[in-house]
């Protein structure tokens, strides 16, 4: 006892030695254990028996004025025990799972728990070591679910690589009975028991809901992700996504859960996880196939593995030399506004940069450009459970585009809730034009007033003043908004609103010629075929990208890949190859 106490001692003064040296140099803060990268190989010496032992008289010392030291000799019997069962589990086993958070009533299930790594199926055993805890006590929900057909021939006979821990339809049925009070979640189900499964009551009573585990202890477990989405967008950039999210949005209240360069694969599960959860009426997007964006092709394909929902994915594609055009020919993220917020003072050119020409640097490979744009076979080859529908950018560009989304809003089974006006104003027209995208919104200041050029909205607060001042229609979606009760007190002086309406006129016209300006002087896709005309080395590498990402494509969807005609050009180029 005296030599604990020295110990202790001892500890608290290195301690505070720690802690005053830290504050000076924060540099010097040790990383949180769980970071280190041998943390579960040094989780072992915690069930040393001489760990253990400590941990006893540690224990007694603690509470010896509750008279702590009294159950000391039945905690050393418990570690003893303890040391016993687990010393067994490294011999018999032959590797040490994961222990943490171990204690002697865990060792109830365990001989039960060892016929399951009896299993000849690999990744089955892996996520039970791995689990160990989690395992022994749920022992009764995960023994069924191991052992039941339903495991055995959708997992264990395929040599899936990531079968789930816990039976992921029993999960989704309980996520389908709404409540977002996890302190009164249990009661709330139980309350529904009569609509719900035998084992379904059983989850409920071990606390098992995707609502009550934590997102990173659901992908440790392999668990699918809740199965909250209708369906799966995917799409290279350049083929309309930002489009097809404006009308999803606008015209049946979708929302697009989608991780562009979202992280590693464990950090995009998470947050994908966590909005399923709490939103509805979900989309689940996917646009990029790297495997170092993902942290490794393992876990990008784990990540897609557990998106299994058995639905359709609606897989924007385009001519694949305007998507090159597309990730070359824009001056991505620059604005050519010098002013954001400008006043009737300004002049345009006070407000707009002047022109600058476009300079473009030919890299001497387009294969980076499989991550994002030419991903189509890649998607196909996971995502074997889904249903494809390929969808081409120019069937939902200009006039085609109402008609291509009731055809759409038919297939995947939504309404449209704006009426065929509304849709010509949000959808028919063009935001990207001239890179206006990264240009707005410019505000307007008049006083108090603000009027603010930005992308079409739908606002009832809102006034569109290009239909009040009765300007030029565009092909752009370029909108003048006011607040209605602003534009009330505007009309009330007629000199201030006479000079406002022709600062907006002129200042709009201006903006319409410089976009169409923008665009002129943007790359052309007759520019990248003359550039793969000239290095062989280029196209040919190209020509087998395509070939195999278009695999599919050309299967399925022959006239869509017909319809390319720069692609067409293209295939000419590469004959003689």
Partial sequence: IFCLFKVTKQHHKHLKTYQQITEVFPQLHYPPLKQCEDYQQGLECKFH??????????????????????KLFKDIKGAKKLYKALKEIKESLGVMPNLEGITTAHLQSLQAFKTLLKTSYEPLKSLLLQNFIFALTHFDEISLWLNSKEFKEKYEKENHPYPPLLNPDILNELLAIECDDKQNLKSVLKEQAFKLSKEALAYINANLDYRLIPAEKAWEMNLPLPRRYEFVLMFSHGAGALAMNHFLFWSAQFNLIEYFYGGVAEVRYSNFYQRLL???????????????????????????????????????????????????????????????????????????????????????????????????????????????????????????????????????????????????????????????????????????????FSILKKDENLLDLRKEFELKESQNQLGIYILKNDYKELLRNDKLYEKTFHYIQNFYNKLLERIKLEDELMLKPEDILEHLKKDEACRKELKEVLDYESKDLKATRPDIVASWKYYQEFEKMCENL
């Fill in 49 to 70: 028996l001489s760990y253990l032992l400590g941990s006893a008289l540690i224990k007694a010392s603690k509470a010896w004025y509750k008279g702590g030291y009294l």
């Fill in 278 to 452: 709490k939103e509805n009426n979900n989309i689940v997007g996917i646009s990029d196939t790297s495997e170092l964006l993902y942290g490794s092709i393992e876990n990008r394909n784990k990540l897609w593995s557990l998106m299994d929902k058995k639905v359709k994915a609606l897989v924007l594609v385009r001519d694949p030399i305007e998507l090159i055009k597309h990730c070359y020919g824009r001056k991505w993220g620059t604005s050519w506004a010098k002013l954001k917020e400008f006043t009737l003072k300004h002049n345009f050119e006070d407000v707009i940069k002047a022109p600058e020409p476009y300079k473009y640097d030919f890299p001497s490979t387009y294969k980076h450009l499989e991550n994002q744009c030419f991903l189509w076979n890649t998607f196909k080859e996971h995502f074997t459970h889904l249903n494809f529908k390929y969808l081409d950018v120019r069937e939902f560009t200009g006039s085609k585009t109402i008609k291509t989304m009731k055809k759409l809003a038919l297939e995947f089974g939504f309404n449209i809730k704006l009426s065929t006006k509304e849709q010509e104003n949000m959808f028919v027209k063009n935001m990207f034009a001239g890179n206006l995208h990264f240009l707005l919104p410019l505000t307007l200041k008049i006083d108090k007033i603000k009027i603010e």
